[in-house]
């Protein structure tokens, strides 16, 4: 469960660091590439509120599954169709993320509950600066020679 705001928070920097790399190796307009961050940004805000509802009623089990199966058909499909994947793919993590908070709320006693979520706030804190460092890391390796 808390590898969930891992992988959200370096998919968020690792597409803003690497927006010229990905604007010139697959020939984006940057009016593209805008709505690629700002579509991302939006799909995710938007799915937040109703995604923890449905949470509380279908089981926060069942929404991030369906979440990380969203996000991840969307990674895939990034190869082909980059804004339009890049949207469902954050409508996936909009599913995902309240249900991260809610199931170690609902889901992990109240003993354990703090280092629950001790886990939570490290693995964020880790994510948000290895986001940059693994995004250079890519953009320079060049792996699919699109420079």
Not at 42 to 53: F, N, Q, S, V, W
Not at 80 to 103: C, D, M
């Amino acid at each position: 469960m808390v590898s969930a705001p891992l992988v959200q928070l370096l998919d968020v920097t690792v597409a803003k660091i690497a927006v010229l790399a990905i604007q010139s190796g697959l020939s984006v307009s940057p009016g593209s590439m805008q709505l690629v961050l700002a579509g991302y940004t939006l799909a995710c805000a938007c799915l937040l509120i109703t995604a923890a509802r449905l949470g509380n009623g279908y089981r926060y089990q069942r929404l991030f599954a369906l979440g990380t199966t969203v996000f991840t058909a969307a990674s895939v499909a990034c190869l082909g169709w980059l804004i339009a994947a890049r949207l469902v793919q954050r409508a996936g993590i909009g599913l995902v993320a309240p249900q991260t908070l809610s199931r170690i709320r609902t889901g992990v006693s109240p003993e354990r509950r703090p280092r629950a979520l001790a886990l939570y706030g490290a693995t964020t804190g880790m994510a948000s600066p290895a986001g940059p460092l693994i995004s250079g890391l890519l953009v320079g390796a060049d792996l699919f020679s699109l420079h």
